[in-house]
């Protein structure tokens, strides 16, 4: 069974656990953790994610942050001087950090997204260099609904989070999905 045949069959069993109303918003984060290297076949499985938590008798919504960055750049009025001087980017990159934090805020306050829907962001990976993942994780925790299933290229070791496996990774109440955890 391939890596992400392994998840998908875990995250299936998790889905359908009894779901605790009174956690607090980082609690309700699930981290779907596989290797990077898999990105690909992952992103062609989302839609089984879904079939799953739908047969479970959650509601499912997606928002994929993979060209948030390049939308983001577009709306900027000195997107030119950044490129002509990249290093100028890092004091606007600020900015990006608030258009991702509101992005994902206002997709959770949507109506049709209530405490038995899971949200599933996908292409957090796309933040790394840019912003922290772990910052946004902390921003939109306390306005979880229902459940946040972040899809995480990388590792984690106990509470220890480290996404693409390449920086120093953070501590966070994630509960972590692997292809491992079947059982």
Do not use: C
């Amino acid at each position: 069974m391939s890596e992400i045949e392994g998840l998908l069959r875990a995250y299936e069993q998790f889905v359908r656990l009894p779901w605790d109303r009174t956690l607090a918003g980082p609690q309700k984060v699930w981290s779907a953790i596989y290797d990077a290297n898999q990105e690909r076949r992952l992103r062609l499985r989302v839609p089984e994610f879904k079939v799953a938590t739908e047969s479970a008798g959650h509601g499912w919504h997606a928002i994929d942050l993979t060209d948030t960055f390049a939308v983001w750049m577009a709306g900027q009025e000195y997107r030119e001087s950044y490129f002509e001087e990249p290093d100028n980017l890092d004091s606007a990159l600020e900015g990006y950090t608030v258009y991702i934090e509101n992005l994902v805020l206002q997709f959770l306050q949507k109506p049709e997204v209530d405490e038995n829907s899971v949200v599933a962001i996908v292409g957090i990976g796309s933040l790394f260099g840019l912003t922290f993942a772990s910052a946004l994780l902390e921003k939109v925790g306390p306005s979880i609904p229902g459940r946040l299933l972040v899809f995480f290229p990388g590792q984690h070791t106990g509470h220890n989070y480290r996404l693409l496996d390449a920086r120093d990774g953070w501590n966070y109440t994630a509960i972590p999905i692997t292809a491992s955890s079947e059982n």
